[in-house]
């Protein structure tokens, strides 16, 4: 299975089952789609590329579309045959009998989410979790239950030396002494049992200061910071509980925090952090917010479609795709001519390693929910993700007692792989994609396994636009 699209002036083909991508001429690209429809129709892909008539074929019809001679078709279509027996091009999937081996290795805790407060000095209208306190379910996590998380995650870790925990929300710099007692904490686990941590903090901003950016320079590597773009934007969707927007009461704080973290000099290696947005109905428009917050100097930034009840204002529908479509392109070709200029940034759906990437067991086995991954919850409780928490029918267990729900859990362990989703076999995206998100399709379909499908197709694109980019800077 191939999948061939043109944009910016790039012709591209990429092989679904190998990952393999392909930059060609127009000619090449004409004479794959050809062979391709052939193969289409059952036959296989050697028996197609060596047979005299299906080449006879392409030669007459490449002399009419592009003038060709008979041996620079044949010389192409041996180039075809070259790909096709490497591997790269039509090629077999020799994954989907590994799938659920693969997906076992996921069996052992990296990381978790660590809801430190169930509250939010925010009302932020497409709020998943429920205006930040879950639906009711509010709370502030003491430091004891949270020394016992990071007891949790080391004793679940195996062998694997590097955990990962985020101190989440409602807004985590409401309980920000306990997020620091937390670092200390995991820096003495550190050296009596030969981890090391990574700790992340996502947050609204309006609560950062001088301490927060500090100790978050020397303890965290990463930040994730929440906003829209545009100051209208923004506004709308992201107030306070009075209606007030809260763009310029976060925008000196983040400011000051990316400047320190970008800063030369730095003292951990790792200060990353990204911009974390969300657009709606309201702002189909949403390369203009991207765009606005890499003019602020913010380099990394990320924006989501909005998930929600479809009945809501501002959900988006099928309806909108072509718009939603043209703007990542717009977003996509923006970025390009920006990098031309030594003005470049990153958006994280455009991240794509065309020489690497994520190992052939992440993309097959998908997201760790459940398995590499959980959520805790203020008492302590345990869900498959953050974004299943509230859901009282996917709680796991809880650090005390461990998963007390195993029936749970083995939904996510034995059934939530790349080849147990619906669609995703037969979906040209699927080891750029992984199979996408379980709590997702959950949400919108009632079933892991059933692809949120809106979702899917703004992933396709995002992933068409991502791989012409680094076509693009492979060949620059």
């Given at each position: ?232 934007t923004h506004d709308r969707m992201r107030h306070t509980r009075t209606g007030e927007g809260t763009y310029d009461r976060i925008m000196d704080n983040f400011k000051a925090l990316v400047d320190s973290r970008t800063e030369e000099g730095a003292e951990r290696k790792s200060r990353e952090y990204y911009m974390r947005g969300t657009y709606t109905a309201y702002n189909k428009d949403f390369s ?189």
């Amino acid at each position: 299975m191939i999948h061939q699209f043109k944009f910016n002036n790039y012709n591209i083909v990429v092989d679904a089952n190998s990952a393999s991508v392909h930059s060609v001429d127009d000619a090449a690209y004409d004479i794959i789609a050809m062979m391709d429809n052939y193969i289409m129709q059952g036959h296989p892909a050697d028996a197609v590329l060596n047979n005299e008539a299906a080449q006879c074929e392409v030669i007459l019809a490449m002399r009419g579309q592009h003038n060709m001679s008979e041996d620079d078709v044949l010389e192409v279509i041996e180039d075809l045959i070259s790909l096709n027996e490497e591997g790269l091009l039509w090629s077999d999937d020799p994954y989907e009998a590994a799938a659920d081996d693969l997906k076992i290795k996921q069996s052992v805790l990296k990381a978790i989410c660590l809801h430190v407060a169930h509250g939010c000095n925010m009302d932020c209208e497409y709020c998943f979790a429920g205006k930040g306190d879950y639906s009711g379910k509010s709370g502030i996590m003491d430091l004891e239950t949270g020394k016992r998380a990071l007891d949790y995650l080391v004793e679940n870790s195996g062998s694997r030396r590097h955990l990962e925990v985020d101190f989440f929300g409602g807004e985590p710099l409401l309980n920000w002494d306990v997020c620091k007692e937390l670092v200390r904490y995991g820096r003495e686990l550190e050296k009596t049992h030969n981890k090391i941590f990574n700790f992340t903090l996502t947050t609204n901003g309006v609560l950062i200061d001088d301490d927060v950016i500090d100790f978050t320079n020397r303890e965290m590597g990463n930040v994730v910071l929440s906003m829209d773009g545009r100051r209208e934007t923004h506004d709308r969707m992201r107030h306070t509980r009075t209606g007030e927007g809260t763009y310029d009461r976060i925008m000196d704080n983040f400011k000051a925090l990316v400047d320190s973290r970008t800063e030369e000099g730095a003292e951990r290696k790792s200060r990353e952090y990204y911009m974390r947005g969300t657009y709606t109905a309201y702002n189909k428009d949403f390369s203009r917010d991207v765009i606005a917050m890499a003019d602020l100097g913010f380099k990394e930034t990320s924006i989501e479609p909005v998930v929600s009840d479809p009945d809501v204002p501002y959900a988006l529908h099928a309806e909108d795709l072509p718009q939603l479509f043209e703007e990542y392109e717009k977003l996509a070709l923006e970025m390009y001519e920006r990098e031309k200029k030594g003005e470049g940034f990153n958006f994280y759906h455009y991240t794509v390693d065309l020489t690497g990437g994520p190992c052939i067991y992440k993309r097959v086995a998908g997201c760790g929910v459940a398995t590499e991954y959980l959520a805790v919850t203020p008492t302590g409780d345990l869900y498959p993700c953050h974004q299943f928490v509230g859901d009282d029918d996917m709680i796991v267990g809880n650090i005390y007692e461990g998963i007390t729900h195993p029936e749970t859990v083995d939904i996510f362990r034995a059934g939530n792989n790349l080849y147990t989703r619906d669609e995703c076999k037969g979906c040209w995206a699927k080891l750029y994609c992984a199979g996408g998100c379980a709590a997702n399709n959950y949400h919108s379909n009632g079933d892991i396994n059933k692809v949120y499908k809106f979702g899917c197709e703004l992933q396709r694109k995002r992933i068409e636009c991502a791989l012409m980019l680094a076509v693009a800077r492979s060949e620059n």
